[in-house]
């Protein structure tokens, strides 16, 4: 019967990755319960103490030495008012407890030199059958101390992995959630925290970024991500031994999951090529995090305190030809060549867009103007009029065109009359031609 008990004690230790004294604790306070339930009384604080070792169990009810009760009628007046006053004020009154205190007088009797806080531990009998019904009872209390303690371990590790990448194996897919298993635990990726253009499949073996461990009436939850930005952050941290090392630091982090993501970095190291060194030889370091994320394009970008070389270097692959900065709007216009307009853009606008999350500036793309363009401008400024200025010069060509219009209406008039002259002298001929 021992040899099982502590077989048992050693097994559970093993498989749940709880220490052999959590469990037997555990299994301690069952017994106490059990205990509890048939031979004890509300009044009593009993403590079982287990030897698996010898199998022996002793039984005691426990309790902390505290100060007497005045016996004088005015003092436990007093004491009450003052009761009375720290209830009013919110704050906490300590009363006697029965079940975990004795008084000092009361402790005396038992143990000569007792003091107070002192811990008084009397003995209690242990009945010949409650061998049986402990076992009977206190079976599913160890079950149920057991998984509460299990659960509170798992939430312990998984609390301190908070923030960080884990791999994992896809268990169970549903409408909304994703459920992996993570080291003998299933954590779970809530729809908003998986990335659109990934598909998922039963087996699949990913990395994961934990946002939050908490813990729920139903034990810890582990809420994992994909999408999150930082788990870029610690891919690149795992992968690239310099900024596990903090020779390199990055800066900033704009990502559209599943599409193509920004990071800057930089460093204080002068023989050290931060963009080289995350790129690493052939393309082989940013492979292998583009892999982890899908595909996900990712552009490695040169952070600088100097705002405007800044900016230039997050709206690369595009070469820019000049910035304007509105410092207390934080807006900055950036100018850039015909053929490097649509590079600095970006597809449906996503390269200016990541650049100006990464920078935290509004950027503006224009075009700038060629030579050929403002010389355009220049000759058709020469070959236009020049207006005038006064009011007296507007009045008087206003004049002039309103003369030129009635003598040009005039004009037209006469011709019209000396036309038709002609017309009726020409009928006239042509009829007297006939008759003749």
Not at 382 to 401: G, L, R, S, Y
Not at 405 to 414: D, E, L, M, R
């Amino acid at each position: 019967m021992i040899e099982n008990i502590l077989l048992a004690i050693e097994q559970i230790s093993e498989e749940k990755g709880i220490k052999k004294e959590q469990v037997l604790e555990a299994i301690e306070q069952a017994l106490a319960a059990a205990y509890r339930k048939d031979f004890g009384n509300k009044l009593q604080n009993i403590k079982i103490e287990f030897d698996p070792e010898s199998g022996k169990m002793k039984a005691f009810d426990e309790k902390t030495v505290v100060k007497d009760a005045e016996e004088n009628d005015d003092e436990e007046e007093e004491e009450e008012k003052n009761a009375e006053t720290k209830e009013e004020e919110g704050e906490p009154i300590k009363r006697f407890n029965p079940k975990t205190e004795i008084y000092l007088s009361d402790a005396i009797k038992i143990k000569a030199k007792a003091i107070i806080d002192d811990i008084i531990k009397m003995p209690l009998e242990i009945p010949s059958n409650f061998g049986r019904i402990a076992a009977q009872t206190a079976k599913q209390v160890i079950i149920q101390r057991l998984r509460e303690t299990e659960r509170e371990v798992i939430y312990e590790r998984f609390k301190e992995k908070a923030g960080t990448i884990i791999s994992g194996v896809v268990q169970r897919i549903e409408r909304q959630a994703i459920f992996v298993d993570v080291e003998n635990t299933v954590a779970k990726m809530p729809y908003e925290e998986q990335v659109k253009e990934e598909k998922y499949f039963l087996e699949q073996k990913l990395k994961f970024y934990i946002v939050n461990v908490s813990m729920t009436p139903k034990g810890p939850e582990i809420i994992i991500s994909r999408k999150h930005p930082d788990i870029l952050k610690e891919l690149f941290i795992s992968e690239i031994p310099e900024i596990g090392n903090n020779l390199i630091k990055i800066e900033a982090i704009a990502r559209e999951p599943g599409s193509r993501a920004k990071i800057a970095v930089w460093t204080k190291e002068k023989s050290i090529d931060p963009i080289g060194a995350c790129i690493g030889q052939r393309g082989s370091r940013i492979q292998t995090i583009i892999n982890e994320v899908g595909g996900e394009k990712i552009d490695i970008v040169e952070f600088d305190k100097d705002i405007e070389k800044y900016i230039a270097n997050s709206l690369s692959p595009a070469k820019i030809s000049s910035i304007k900065l509105k410092k207390k709007e934080k807006i900055a216009i950036v100018r850039v060549k015909k053929d490097q307009l649509s590079l600095a853009i970006g597809k449906f606008g996503q390269n200016v867009r990541l650049a100006s999350r990464l920078t935290e500036w509004k950027i503006s793309i224009e075009e700038e103007a060629t030579k050929e363009s403002l010389d355009d401008k220049q000759t058709k400024d020469k070959d236009a009029p020049e207006e005038t200025v006064t009011t007296k010069d507007k009045i008087e060509n206003e004049q002039k065109v309103v003369e030129t219009k009635s003598t040009k209406s005039k004009a037209g008039g006469k011709k019209k009359l000396t036309d038709k002259k002609k017309t009726s002298k020409n009928t006239k001929k042509t009829k007297e031609k006939e008759k003749e």
